[in-house]
Structure formats: C-alpha cells, structure tokens
C-alpha cells in the first residue's frame, strides 16, 4: 500500500497544466487516495475515532479483541517507523546539499534576501496564529494550515512530533479538544495546493502591477555579478623592475604569500612551469592569478601588465582540472605531494564547495578538490594518478559517514530544552536535528577525518536519498490521513474553511515581502522570486522562476541564499506556535 500511494503520488505530479503541477506534492495526495480506499474495502484496521475502544466495546472473545488491538497497534507502529525515517532522510540530504553555501550565503546582497525570508515566515507564523488565538481554532489544524500553506513537510513532522510528545506527558483524560496529529496531517493536505501555486500567482501579480521587464533585469542581474565578481582572474605581466633580476621566484616579495601565484613563465619563445628556484631576468613574462587588488598591487611592483597570449596551445604544456578522490592521500598537504619539485606541474588554484582559492604549500587535501593544473600532459598524467581523478570515485556514495550523520542528528534532535509550564520540552527533533548536523557536516566535515572516511556525497545520491526519504514521507501522512476520515472532512467537515484560512497564511507573507524586497530594497526582480520560491521551500516555484529568464542563476541563486535559514525556522515555528498557544490556553 505504501508503494502504491507512491507510485499514484508520482504520477500525479507529474501532470502539469502551463508548466504547474503538484510535482512531489503528488504522492500527499496518492497517499489520502489509498488511505481512503484501502478503509473503505475494509483492508486494514479502522483508524477513524477510537479504534481501541470500539473493537474492545464490541464484546466476544477477550483473546480475539486482544489480537485486533494489537494488529492496529502494530500496523501504525510501522507506518509511523517508516515516515519517521523518511523524514529524517529528507532533511539531512537536504542539509548535506545546502550545507556548503550556507554560511557563504550570510553576507552582502544576501543579508537583505534572508531579512525578507525571516519575516515571511514569521509573519505566516503569526497570521497562522491568530487563527487560533482569535477565531477558536484547534491548534492541531492550525498548525497543519500553517505548515501546508507554505508547502513544507519537515514543519508539518516537526508539529505533529510536538503534539505527540504533549499528549504523551499529559494525565490520562486530560487532554484538550485540537490535539490529535491527525488533523494536522489533514489540515495540511487541504492547505498543501493553493500553497503549491500560490507562490507563482504572487510572482506574476508583482511582475504585472509593476510592469517588469524580464530581459532588462537579467541584463542588470548579470551587469551586477560582472561588477561585483571577487572569483580569481589573471594577469600577464613583463618583469621590468631592475631590482628583481636574477632573483629566484620565491625571493620577488609579492608572490611570496598565499594571495598571488605564478603558474606559467614565458622567456622568448619558450613557454615553461617556474619553480620557487626559477631565476626571472628583464622581459621575461610571468602569468599571475590571484584577485584584482592582489594582482594589480604585484603588477604594479613586477613591472606592466602585457596583452601578450600565454595559451598553452601549440606549446608542450596544457591546463586540466582534476579531482581529489584517492583517499590515502586525504588530509595530506600540497607540499608533501611535492607536485611542482617532482612533475614540474604547478596547481594555479583549488575549488572546493564552489569557491576557487589560492592554494599554498600547507593546503591540505579534501574529497572532491578541484585542483587547476599547468604542466605537459604526461606530467599531469602522473598527477592525476596520485590524487586520483576518479569518475566512479565521485558517484560513489559512503555510507559510514551517512550514517554516522543520521545518528548524530537525531542524538542533537532528541536534546530536550524544558520549557516552563509545558508538559513536552522543546527541541530540533527528527526534523531539526539531522538538518543542522548536515549543515555543519557539509561545511566543516573535511577537518574531521577517520581513515578512508569523508563526508562528500555526490549529487546524484544525495538526490537520490532525499526523494526517498520525501515520497516515503508524505505517502504515509497522506495514507494516515485518508485513512482518518480526510475525505469526509472535505466534503462534510471544516475542509473548505481550513482551505481559505490557508490562502492567507500563504498569500499575504511573500505578497507584501516580495513588494518591499523589489520596490523598496531594489532587489532584482528575478533574485526576489527566487528568494520568495526559497522562503516556502517550494522547488515547483524555484522551476517556474528559472523559467523566466535564458540564466536561471540570479533566482537558482536567491532560492539557495535563504533555504536554509528558511528550513531551519518552519522547523522551529510550529514548535514556538505550539508553545505560545499551549501558554495562553493555561491561562
């Protein structure tokens, strides 16, 4: 029945009208299919009302009555296993994918975006809120229009592990009417579509009341990002100062730290790899790669920057980037390869989690460096076969290293804070823990070695292990659901309601926070869908907003800016939401 739920969820998210569709929200909704129909064919145990008391209440053998108990008690044992699990995986791969940019993100434009993020979810928290404080609304359904108006599955397991642990701490026949986890889940699913295409409605109203044009903020996206690079660049430069002839190269003062390096030299006609003991005489030409600042202040010392080619075409030598994947040689140090002294090949820079730097001789080695090598093809060659440069190396998933992840979220997720007059402490949970271990794995894991073992996951199986985790997830609270009565709720309960209290949740927040970030903050337009697409963590938003524009890397980039602190704060906000109502209901 799971793989039947997944297996219609799919599907029907891959239907799509004008480019918009459920996507994985789908299997939500294959799952509430099969939940109703496998209860209403009768096979499986009743789940609707109190199923314990009614199949004790219906008298007969007392051993019979034992054995149904305990089948529905063992068949949502294994629901609740398997969507647990789920959970857990979805949010670590998504931590482990994230995890590098995040703290990168923390600066400059980006500030402002993840400011407009951090309101949208507050203020969707509060208008959520008064839903409760105001109108009488169980807090169970409150929290599942919340976390299915803004389209995020680790909030709605966040919420309903909350509302567990309440109901699990309270006395018996204490608990309170808007406690049941059930509703949550149903509650969620009605808010889940409009909260889909919500996020796309506000786009195209912003871009219509406005008049945006498109290309023109592509064009200044694009402007903006040549203005503002701070990646490595080059720069060809003729030695002319007279104090630095006949010295080495490591004695010429500007090539002496970390922040400028020579990888080519050219001497008349010959094109050749300098050592640190390469003497540099009148004319020679040296190729230097470091930032603009650095490489000016070296130029301006050296001599003059020359528009004179140091391609290696057509000479012995050749440029090739190629990947660390040998792990005996992880943590190792580039001095100790003695790649330059022994191949005479120079590593001009290193890529690593997407940032080029200047390597130096303490550089030490990770999974997955990207390292820029100059030199003549053999010589590379034998490089290569030390550090590795394995395709099949960087597909491979380890899952030591996975595992070990998975434990350490959920040890940090199941760390209690005690909250004063709340029966359930606050915490990360199943949903929050893995997450930050993930992030913090990703992005400082490298420093941490045992052996053979890293943390890098290829982005194949990161994908691959976060859409399992996710289907299995929203299959089973979708089967939970149907099986709970959801369609009834539609039809004859507050189904409707709960769908209009969620258009506002969904609606209100990105409109007038989307407004503020174009008109206001003067953000580009397509950075401001792409921010707004990472505040609902809303991947079929993110498509329609690459879509808009030939470069979809101003939203792609917007998206990936705020998602973290996104995901992190709808995973904390049904928490606090729950403990600000549980406080006031005490009163």
Not at 393 to 406: N, S
Not at 442 to 470: C, D, Q, V, Y
């Amino acid at each position: 029945m799971i793989a039947l739920s997944s297996v219609i969820g799919i599907l029907l998210g891959a239907i799509k009208y004008k480019g918009v569709g459920l996507g994985i929200g789908g299997v939500l909704f294959g799952g509430i299919f099969m939940g109703w129909l496998a209860q209403e064919l009768g096979w499986i145990p009743n789940f609707s009302g109190d199923s314990f008391k009614t199949i004790l209440d219906n008298g007969g053998d007392v051993v019979k009555n034992a054995e149904a108990v305990g089948k529905v008690h063992t068949f949502k044992e294994i629901l609740h296993y398997v969507k647990e699990f789920g959970l857990i995986l979805f949010v670590y791969t998504i931590g482990i994918q994230v995890g590098p940019g995040f703290f990168a993100s923390l600066k400059g434009a980006g500030l402002k975006l993840i400011g407009y993020a951090v309101l949208i979810v507050f203020l969707g928290a509060a208008i959520a809120l008064s839903f409760n404080v105001f109108f009488d609304m169980n807090l169970d359904s409150t929290i599942g229009i919340y976390a299915g108006a803004v389209t995020n599955t680790p909030a709605l397991g966040a919420g309903q592990a909350m509302i567990k642990d309440l109901v699990d701490g309270m006395a018996a026949g204490a608990v309170p009417a808007g406690f049941d986890a059930n509703n949550v889940a149903s509650a969620y699913a009605v808010a889940y579509p409009f909260g889909i295409c919500g996020i796309i409605i506000t786009m195209l109203l912003i871009r219509f009341f406005f008049k945006v044009n498109i290309n023109a903020e592509g064009e200044k996206y694009e402007l903006q990002k040549k203005s503002n690079r701070k990646d490595l660049d080059t720069q060809n430069v003729s030695v002319n100062n007279s104090e630095l002839f006949g010295l080495k190269i490591s004695d010429i003062s500007v090539l002496k730290g970390n922040k400028v390096i020579c990888s080519r030299l050219k001497r008349g006609d010959i094109l050749m790899v300098p050592k640190a003991d390469t003497v540099v005489y009148a004319g020679d030409i040296l190729h230097l790669v470091g930032n603009d600042a650095d490489l000016n202040a070296a130029c301006g010392f050296i001599g003059e920057p020359v528009q004179v080619s140091l391609t290696t075409k057509g000479t012995e030598l050749s440029v090739r980037k190629i990947v660390v994947t040998n792990e005996k040689i992880l943590g190792k140090t580039l001095d100790s390869l003695e790649i330059k002294s022994k191949f005479d090949v120079a590593v001009s820079r290193l890529i690593r989690t997407g940032m080029e730097f200047i390597p130096h001789k303490g550089t030490t080695l990770h999974f997955g460096d990207q390292l820029n090598l100059v030199g003549r093809k053999e010589s590379i060659d034998a490089v290569a076969n030390i550090v590795g440069d394995s395709t099949v190396a960087m597909q491979k998933v380890h899952m030591l290293p996975v595992f070990i992840g998975l434990f350490l979220g959920m040890m940090l997720g199941s760390v209690a804070i005690p909250v004063p007059g709340l029966p359930a402490a606050l915490k990360l949970g199943l949903a929050g823990g893995p997450l930050v271990v993930a992030i913090l794995l990703s992005r400082f894991g490298h420093n941490i070695t045992f052996g053979k073992m890293h943390w890098f996951m290829p982005a194949s199986g990161n994908s691959a292990l976060r859409e399992i985790g996710i289907v299995l997830f929203l299959a089973i609270v979708g089967f939970n659901s149907g099986a709970s009565g959801f369609v009834d709720t539609l039809v004859h309960g507050d189904g409707l309601t709960w769908m209009g209290y969620g258009v506002f949740v969904t609606f209100i927040p990105i409109f007038i926070c989307g407004i503020l970030a174009y008109r206001v903050s003067k953000i580009n337009y397509l950075s401001v869908c792409g921010a707004m697409a990472g505040s609902m963590t809303d991947p079929p938003a993110l498509a329609f907003a690459n879509g808009m524009y030939k470069n979809s890397e101003a939203s792609s980039l917007g998206y990936a800016t705020v998602y973290p602190f996104t995901m992190f704060l709808r995973i904390l906000t049904p928490q606090l939401m729950i403990v600000i109502a549980y406080a006031l209901m005490s009163k």
